[in-house]
């Protein structure tokens, strides 16, 4: 069984400037999430999908990110513009539902820096 | 809100020693909890899980058991390896909500 996939694997970009991540989740897996990993810290829960409609992103910066989940499959979170501060591992994870003993199975994660 | 609270590392070990990664978390109702673990240059893993108090989860040697009476999910081994050196992440979730992660602990095994 293929796992969860993510590109770019890093990325390097001065601030301002715009980036976009892609995931591909586990074929049947119906919740995908993208976390936000800070050097040093545990990862942090941006926003979670079922199917292609938004649970929660209430920890979302509605003002610069933004994330789709078109068809329920794949999906795409973008920074527009980036600051230092985004800079930080990104992560995508999916699952088969939303209980809390549900696995989540992530990607290897792209690694942003913002110059 | 729910949150995890894990020891600070490195954790450093020599080959065959007994490991103790401690975790205590707050959360409203009964949350399940996990322990995650991060190899070098790889995603992050399930390493073991807990469902309900006083279930024990277990895999590759590890073991925690879920205490609701001191809110704990301490992680433990009873003889490490070289190849267990990476960061482990106790996380836990209550139905509905999000996964909350710990800050981490490194450890680092040596031979």
């Known amino acids: 069984e293929a796992g969860v996939a993510q590109s770019p694997r890093y990325k390097i970009i001065e601030k301002r400037q715009s980036v976009a991540f892609w995931c591909n989740p586990i074929?049947?897996?119906?919740?995908l999430y993208w976390y936000q990993q800070i050097l040093g810290q545990g990862p942090k829960l941006l926003i979670q999908?079922?199917?292609?409609?938004?649970v929660d992103d209430s920890q979302l910066p509605k003002d610069r990110f933004s994330a789709e989940r078109l068809k329920g499959v794949d999906s795409t979170l973008k920074i527009q513009p980036a600051k230092l501060e985004d800079s930080a591992v990104y992560l995508c994870?999916?699952?088969w539902g939303q209980g809390a003993g549900e696995t989540q199975y992530f990607g290897p994660g792209t690694r942003l820096l913002v110059l | 809100g729910n949150s995890v609270t894990q020891m600070e590392g490195p954790v450093t070990l020599s080959e065959e020693a007994f490991l103790t990664i401690n975790c205590t978390y707050t959360a409203t109702g009964y949350p399940s909890l996990f322990w995650y673990v991060q190899y070098p240059g790889e995603g992050l893993q399930l390493l073991l899980k807990a469902t309900k108090a006083d279930d024990k989860g277990s895999n590759k040697g590890f073991e925690a058991t879920y205490r609701k009476e001191t809110t704990s999910f301490h992680l433990e081994k009873g003889s490490v390896q070289v190849s267990d050196s990476a960061v482990y992440f106790c996380a836990l979730r209550g139905y509905g909500n999000k996964l909350v992660f710990g800050a981490g602990t490194i450890l680092r095994v040596k031979s």
């Open positions: 999908f079922q199917n292609n409609g938004v």
């Open positions: 994870a999916s699952s």
């Open positions: 074929s049947g897996h119906a919740t």
